[in-house]
């Protein structure tokens, strides 16, 4: 097949370099116009765009693909599909009809179950313990389209939704080519979604960041699983603000909010408690939860918020 692909971040590259170095030809890739980052603001390619320009392949980056400019761009291209992983751009009508094959979106989520723009983190936050990928026929909606294929996955106790976000987008590959061979053989059956089982999600932004200890010890560690690398679950811990970046579940109970152990550094909350492993101080690395303390008077008993 010919194929034009869209995406912009890390999750889209694996798939990216799994159907360029198939027997499949991938003509384009569209992707997101650069952006500057860092505290320097220097202007950065996105992760595909990296990808794409070190197997030479043609990049486009319009800065939106209802223009005609962008429109005619793909008919010119005449891909039999085209392939959307995390573009970040919704498709008009006029593309979509454009492909013989269709265009076929891989989702980071069992769909309808997560649609929209953060379904891996959700998964992570909600305490899911199984979650995966679908290939899906794109229409004019937010992730309503029919589904193709499926892969699923368990979510590891600890896992948090960088490694899963990881391990997604290593199936992606896997499972985009055996999509693309079913649409080619024709033994695939779109199934239209269940939309009594629709859930959406929202972006992820800093005001989920502060933990609330009333809360159980298993929802205290799906949200800092969840919230890992970003935007970090946060915590005071001796006035300041820290970053937590890893808990684990302890059966022990006390006053949401106090400090059970020091060593281990265990916090109880709303039900059981929780052991903070590692965190991170403000202007300072991060580090284990007992190098943290080495240099922190704190007592048994004290209150973290």
């Not at 024709?186 to 992820?204: L, R, Y």
């Not at 300072?284 to 240099?295: C, D, E, I, S, Y």
Request: a neutral charge.
């Amino acid at each position: 097949m010919k194929i034009v692909y869209m995406g912009t971040p890390d999750f889209a590259v694996p798939a990216l370099e799994t159907l360029i170095n198939s027997r499949h030809e991938v003509t384009a890739v569209f992707t997101q116009p650069d952006k500057p980052k860092g505290r320097k603001m220097i202007l950065t390619p996105p992760d595909v765009k990296v990808c794409a320009q070190k197997h030479g392949v043609k990049v486009y980056q319009p800065a939106s693909m209802r223009s005609e400019e962008a429109v005619n761009a793909v008919k010119e291209l005449a891909p039999d599909v085209i392939v959307v992983a995390a573009y970040g751009q919704i498709l008009p009508q006029s593309v979509l009809e454009i492909p013989k094959y269709g265009c076929v979106n891989i989702h980071g989520s069992l769909l309808p179950k997560y649609r929209g723009a953060a379904p891996i983190q959700q998964a992570v936050l909600n305490g899911d313990k199984v979650t995966g990928l679908t290939t899906m026929l794109m229409d004019i909606g937010l992730d309503t389209g029919d589904i193709l294929l499926t892969a699923e996955t368990e979510i590891g106790e600890n896992e948090t939704s960088g490694e899963l976000f990881d391990r997604l987008a290593q199936m992606g590959g896997e499972l985009i080519l055996n999509t693309l061979d079913a649409l080619e053989n024709g033994t695939v059956v779109p199934k239209k979604q269940d939309e009594s089982k629709a859930v959406h999600t929202s972006k992820i932004d800093k005001s989920m960041c502060p933990i609330d200890f009333s809360k159980s010890a298993d929802e205290v560690h799906d949200l800092v699983r969840g919230l890992n690398p970003w935007p970090v679950a946060t915590a005071v811990i001796g006035g300041k603000k820290m970053k937590i970046y890893s808990t684990a579940v302890v059966d022990k109970n006390g006053e949401p909010g106090k400090i059970l152990s020091l060593a281990p550094f265990v916090i109880a909350c709303g039900e059981k408690a929780v052991e903070i492993k590692e965190l991170q101080p403000e202007g300072k690395k991060r580090m284990t939860a007992q190098a943290f303390l080495l240099g922190h008077k704190l007592n048994i008993g004290d209150t973290i918020s």
